[in-house]
């Protein structure tokens, strides 16, 4: 049955029998930032302590995964909470530590595991209000979306059987979808194609409504307009390995993100600060160097040099241009300043 992508990726990822819906776990199909290290989940913490401070230490902290999983970033991010002397500090009169302040929801709709830390709270959809930190890792690529390819009649949206993958023309594109295309994706030739990302840039602008004060970011694979590509990036992934985009629900259907447009719906949603970068340059901002120790520590204190030489392969790991450091960052705050190192990025970027 010839169906739109949207559709068909809809019913492949969240249907009943869906490739997310029958709870398949992400670290088995492909690797992320959260599953590399846990220093990802330490600069999470920094993002979240920031937000705490901007807010006044307020006696609720709202911490919000998005697509979270088996609740791996979490449970990571309230484990170092604990841990760190730092976070233990607060202002005199604040009835409660940092830790404790903290309310960790993950926003899922596949099953969690029973060993997920008991602390985390489970919803298919976030709450309502937030205060504190969001965050949508390689949340927004899965949020399905229709294909556009452009035909000497205009742009016509791409149907597709979803038992073999294969395609054909189909409807015109509709004036929304024309229009989002003439701002964010212009198809230039024919069979040029483009992924039609307003459903996108629509949860994003619905995530940043949700937010009284705080930060959000979506981490994602991303172009933006100056660099689409021609033939688009609908992919499928399975047992680790790059697979054709079958929406038979086998498999991960994923397309990178217009982050640029998300960026300019959270701005309209009520985003008061905005940063687009990459996950190296936010990531090293934060501290995340992948800096060897010096060689002269091995014989003083072997222990701490190899320590220091792990910590680097996962902080070059989740920085490398060419793999997870290419992911783009997209950063929003409401009613909050953003973090002092990504305000630096953000002067530089403008």
Do not use: K
């Amino acid at each position: 049955m010839w169906t739109t992508w949207r559709a068909a990726t809809q019913d492949a990822l969240y249907g009943r029998d869906g490739f997310y819906a029958r709870g398949e776990r992400p670290a088995a199909h492909f690797r992320t930032s959260v599953h590399a290290s846990a220093r990802y989940a330490g600069a999470i913490l920094g993002l979240l302590s920031h937000a705490d401070a901007a807010l006044g230490h307020p006696d609720r902290l709202d911490l919000v995964d998005i697509g979270a999983g088996q609740g791996e970033l979490l449970g990571q991010v309230l484990a170092l909470a604990q841990r760190l002397p730092v976070c233990g500090a607060v202002p005199a009169g604040t009835r409660l530590s940092f830790p404790q302040r903290i309310v960790p929801r993950a926003v899922e709709i596949a099953p969690h595991s029973p060993g997920c830390d008991d602390r985390i709270r489970w919803s298919a959809a976030p709450p309502a209000r937030i205060r504190g930190l969001v965050i949508a890792s390689e949340w927004l690529d899965n949020i399905p979306v229709d294909v556009a390819e452009l035909t000497p009649d205009g742009p016509r949206l791409v149907l597709v059987d979803p038992g073999s993958g294969a395609e054909r023309t189909g409807p015109p594109a509709g004036p929304a979808e024309q229009e989002w295309l003439r701002r964010w994706w212009p198809l230039h030739h024919p069979g040029d194609r483009a992924e039609l990302g307003h459903p996108r840039c629509a949860a994003w602008a619905d995530v940043i409504g949700r937010l009284d004060g705080g930060l959000a970011l979506a981490a994602d694979y991303a172009h933006s307009r100056d660099g689409r590509p021609l033939a688009g990036t609908l992919a499928g992934f399975r047992d680790g390995r790059a697979v054709r985009p079958i929406p038979d629900g086998s498999r991960d259907i994923t397309a990178h993100v217009a982050l640029d447009a998300c960026a300019a719906a959270g701005t309209v949603a009520g985003a008061t600060e905005t940063l687009l970068t990459t996950q190296r340059a936010a990531l090293r901002a934060l501290g995340l160097t992948g800096r060897r120790p010096p060689l002269s520590q091995a014989d003083r204190d072997p222990a701490g040099y190899l320590t220091g030489l792990r910590v680097a392969a996962e902080e070059a790991e989740l920085t490398d241009p060419a793999g997870l450091g290419g992911f783009g960052w997209l950063v929003q705050a409401v009613g909050v300043p953003l973090p002092g190192p990504l305000t630096a990025l953000a002067a530089g970027a403008a």
